[in-house]
């Protein structure tokens, strides 16, 4: 039956069956749409799911290489249509547990004998617990690209149960985190196999209050004015860490991070000196550049950090330095900068990927943080000596850029800033059309 969900297609036979478990199979979506907004207290980007039956809409912070998606369902998880996945079953495999296990305070969700056991985990508290694996309901938008349609829904969508302490440190109101992550139970993944679309994703997050999107599926992704973002990507290969980075893992577990290949960074073309064994990974998981939605701004390990103020100081040093305001440490007055349409007039950043024509070039109002009147601030912060990763991209530095996520080609494909085309990441139109 696990089967019966994750190809569709090929269990004509059971066609009838799924129609009684899944009223929208007549209707088979190319793409959905996830609406996803900041949280301004904890610059989080949070989505709504709607789960369980009957349904209740979920807030969930959005966890970019997150493996799954996991709830709290140890407060008010009620739903008829909750089932524990079974230990040894084709869910629990498919989910790569390695435990199994009873629970003696149930039955109740996230508590039920012979069910198979994950390591959900919070990438912002850095926490992490065991949960058991779990199917229920789940129901969200289609798309055409261009508009929300018909609502479809997965009749045994997969997640782990977390915990109440695993919420710690994620925005009010939010119940668990939603993860996009390279794993064959990942949000991108289930929706691709339940629906037998391609699987990609595209990402375009915005921090106004307009909302970004996540739209699972292929383009054609249309942001108003009618521009198909999708359109005149760049491409660069992802990169598989072969350890995992996340905060609880079974052992031998690959990372379900989105890895990308930097080679070197230059401001203003010219290359900023930077000891480059620390771009690649070390066997150990060590290393390379990730990209995340949990860290509101890149973060550098330290002699990349500093290098990389060094040279972006010195090509700005007709503009008068004032004091840093923290996490950042090079500010500016920003009345002496000028500006365009794509931000604060400043020298661009280029993260030069696998040849010196492949590169992903931030411009201020991707680098620049605005943090009073008149101070703007080059928006990276340290992140120390011995980081486990030496570049974490992260969400100021990818709003209003669309990326997209090819998980069968093991591609990155990515627009720089989408202020260049007079759109932006928030610009979806979300008047239904079904
Ligand atoms: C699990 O099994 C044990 C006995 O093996 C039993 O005492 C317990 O009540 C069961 N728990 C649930 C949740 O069914
Ligand atoms: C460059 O980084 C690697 C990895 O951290 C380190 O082993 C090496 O000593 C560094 N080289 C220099 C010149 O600092
Ligand atoms: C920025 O420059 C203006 C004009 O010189 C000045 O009035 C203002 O005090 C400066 N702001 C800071 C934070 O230094
Ligand atoms: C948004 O989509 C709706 C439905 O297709 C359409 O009627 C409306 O004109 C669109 N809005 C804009 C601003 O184009």
């Known amino acids: 039956m696990a089967n019966s969900f994750t190809n569709l297609a090929l269990f004509s036979s059971l066609l009838l069956l799924c129609i009684a478990v899944s009223p929208s199979v007549a209707f088979r979506p190319k793409a959905l749409v996830l609406p996803v907004t900041k949280d301004s207290a904890t610059q989080q980007y949070i989505a709504k799911i709607n789960q369980r039956t009957p349904l209740v809409p979920v807030k969930v912070t959005l966890h970019l290489g997150g493996q799954y998606l996991w709830v709290d369902c140890d407060q008010g998880y009620v739903s008829s249509s909750y089932r524990p996945a079974r230990c040894r079953s084709a869910q629990c495999s498919l989910s790569g547990s390695k435990s199994c296990g009873d629970c003696y305070d149930g039955p109740k969700p996230g508590c039920n004998n012979n069910t198979c056991g994950l390591l959900p985990d ?4 850095n926490s992490g617990t065991s949960g058991e694996l779990a199917s229920d309901v789940i129901s969200i938008q289609s798309t055409d690209g261009k508009n929300p349609g018909k609502v479809v829904s997965v009749s045994k969508y997969l997640f782990t149960c977390g915990s109440g302490f695993l919420l710690e440190g994620l925005a009010k109101g939010v119940k668990g985190m939603a993860g996009l992550g390279r794993t064959r139970i990942s949000m991108p993944s289930l929706f691709s196999a339940a629906f037998s679309f391609d699987r990609k994703f595209a990402l375009c997050l915005t921090s106004s209050s307009s909302p970004g999107v996540v739209i699972f599926g292929d383009g054609p992704y249309v ?3 009618g521009m198909d973002v999708s359109k005149n990507l760049i491409y660069t290969p992802l990169i598989i ?7 609880a893992y079974f052992q031998g577990k690959k990372s379900a991070d989105y890895f990308i290949g930097v080679k070197s ?13 620390l771009l690649s990974i070390t066997k150990d998981g060590y290393g390379g550049t990730k990209i995340s939605t949990v860290n509101p701004y890149t973060v550098l390990e330290t002699s990349i950090y ?15 330095r004032v004091k840093p305001v923290k996490p950042f440490g090079l500010c500016f007055n ?8 794509v931000g604060p007039g400043v020298p661009q950043i280029d993260l030069v990927l696998q040849s010196k024509s492949v590169y992903w070039r931030i411009f201020g109002a991707n ?54 085309r007079q759109t932006t990441c928030g610009s979806f139109n979300f008047t239904s059309n079904a």
Not at 122 to 125: E, F, G, L, T, V
Not at 265 to 277: F, R, T
């Open 265 to 277: 960074i230059k401001i203003n073309d010219h290359a900023v000196n930077i000891n480059s064994s």
């Open 122 to 125: 919070n990438a912002i508290a």
């Open 241 to 247: 860490n072969p350890v995992s980075t996340a905060s």
């Open 334 to 341: 920003s009345t002496f900068l000028g500006s365009t349409r």
């Open 367 to 420: 680098s620049m943080v605005q943090v009073k009147n008149d101070v703007s601030c080059l928006g990276f912060v340290d992140g120390g000596s011995k980081p486990r990763t030496s570049i974490v991209i992260g969400g100021h530095q990818i709003e209003n850029n669309l990326l997209l996520f090819d998980l069968a080609t093991s591609k990155l494909g990515f627009s720089s800033s989408l202020l260049f």
């Open 223 to 225: 942001m108003l004015p």
């Open 306 to 320: 500093d290098a990389l103020l060094k040279a972006f100081k010195k090509s700005l040093s007709r503009v008068p």
